[in-house]
């Protein structure tokens, strides 16, 4: 009887800790990853100014830390894709229709055909 006590307690003391472990590593960042098609016509360079534009943007928005603009494997028909990496769900929030926000888009909408975003977070 005092073995199974101490097999269950251990257990216990085991799923608790992997449970602290689990909480401590899940990020409250909120990642945005958007998949992007471009209107017939677009230029190389104009999508290179429009992808140029996300990897700026943390410069001039406090609340994203981090981009990715390299797509390496693209499904589903998009061309490109890329990510932003925000502080947390206020700063995702506040991005939209910020300044930074308005003046890349000047750059991205008018090449942009069709996007799907999903943004997400723990």
Do not use: C
């Not at 401590?24 to 360079?45: L, R, Y």
């Not at 390496?72 to 229709?97: R, T």
Request: without cysteine; charged residues 20%.
């Amino acid at each position: 009887m005092k073995k199974l006590i101490l097999i269950l307690m251990t257990a216990g003391l085991l799923t608790l800790g992997a449970a602290t472990a689990a909480a401590q590593t899940a990020p409250k960042s909120v990642i945005h990853v958007v998949t992007v098609s471009w209107k017939a016509g677009t230029t190389p360079e104009q999508i290179k100014a429009a992808l140029d534009g996300v990897k700026a943007l943390p410069t001039k928005f406090k609340g994203i830390t981090r981009v990715w603009t390299r797509s390496i494997k693209v499904q589903g028909g998009k061309a490109n894709a890329f990510v932003m990496e925000f502080v947390d769900e206020a700063a995702l929030k506040a991005y939209a229709d910020s300044p930074a926000q308005k003046e890349w888009y000047k750059v991205y909408v008018p090449i942009r055909e069709e996007s799907t975003t999903f943004d997400i977070t723990n």
